[in-house]
């Protein structure tokens, strides 16, 4: 019975058990919605129970196919391990990568250097997942994550790290603002004035905290925010002036409603990073990514 089993109908239901409706999975599948409920009734005819309770309502699954979800999860994610690790001894630059990236990377710099990486290589797919940077490690060091990109960190063993971009801080404020006509500004200066604060326990948080701690000065925090774009809506209504790496400034503050100065710090440099796992050999796809964004 186990030899009729057919992966690729395994791994049709488990999408379909996620998606609640077989419509929705053939779309997201991208197969006919008949073809689709073929498959399926191959594979209840392969394992000799039904696995969905069908009704005017949609589908459900039985207690049966609540067994078979479980198991074909687990079997659908080991046999994608198993492609990736024979296609990474093939010929072919080709997979999945799992990549974990701070949300400066991605506003800033990752979607053109990895649109560049895909033209090049189609084979290979991205899953791109949004984290802070001590997470990014982290994932890296666990195995969550092929690769990473963050803020500068000390990095543990177990993980190597490179140069990815120059990030440095930058004031963003209205333009009728009284520091408005000067060209660069010290912290303490900024520090005079009501701030808005995004993403707290973030790296640019801590840092700017633990900056003004050095001057023995106080963040008066105005506002705080879990974006950088919400940061810049809060200066844009005059409620405080805010300090954003260069590319959040950039994409959240670039019109003229906001003025961007540099913040005079040696501190304020703020350099990103790629983080990976120490394996050697590489996948191929892995080792031309790092390529491609250290590039």
């Known amino acids: 019975m186990a030899s009729r089993v057919d992966p690729y109908s395994l791994r049709l239901f488990v999408a379909t058990a996620k998606a ?20 399926i009734a191959d594979l209840e005819h392969a394992l000799g129970a039904s696995l969905f309770i069908r009704s005017s309502r949609g589908i459900a699954l ?3 196919g609540q067994v078979a979800f479980r198991r074909g999860v687990q079997i ?3 046999l994608q391990t198993l492609a990736r690790e024979v296609q990474a001894q093939g010929g072919q630059v ?20 990895l649109h560049r990486f895909c033209s090049d290589y189609p084979l290979v797919d991205i899953a791109l997942q949004e984290r802070m940077t001590d997470e990014v490690i982290r994932a890296c060091l666990d195995g969550r994550a092929d690769i990473g990109v963050g803020v500068a960190r000390k990095v543990p063993n177990g993980v190597e790290s490179w140069h990815f971009a120059a990030d440095p801080l930058m004031v963003v404020l209205p333009p009728g603002h009284e520091l408005a006509s000067r060209r660069a500004l010290r912290y303490s200066e900024v520090l005079a004035f009501p701030l808005v604060t995004a993403l707290s ?6 840092l700017l905290r633990e900056r003004a701690a ?12 879990s974006s950088f774009d919400a940061s810049c809506r809060m200066v844009e209504a005059g409620l405080g002036i805010a300090i954003l790496p260069y590319s ?3 994409a959240y503050a670039g019109s003229r409603r906001f003025l961007r100065l540099a913040l005079d710090e040696p501190w304020a440099k703020h350099e990103l990073r790629l983080y990976a796992p120490k394996n050697h050999p590489r996948p191929r796809a ?7 964004l250290r590039a």
Do not use: Y
């Not at 326990?201 to 801590?206: I, L, S, T």
């Not at 050095?214 to 925010?225: D, E, G, T």
């Not at 892995?286 to 491609?292: C, G, H, T």
């Open 20 to 39: 609640g409706s077989i419509a929705r999975a053939a779309a997201k599948v991208h197969i006919a919605a008949s073809a689709l409920s073929r498959r």
């Open 62 to 64: 039985t207690e049966a």
């Open 76 to 78: 659908d994610d080991e």
């Open 94 to 113: 080709c997979g999945t990568l799992r990549i974990f990236a701070n949300i400066s990377s991605i506003v800033g710099f990752l979607p053109e250097r």
């Open 201 to 206: 326990g973030g790296a640019v948080d801590q």
């Open 214 to 225: 050095a001057l023995r000065m106080q963040i008066r925090n105005v506002v705080a925010v």
């Open 248 to 250: 959040a400034a950039s």
């Open 286 to 292: 892995l080792a031309a990514l790092i390529a491609a």
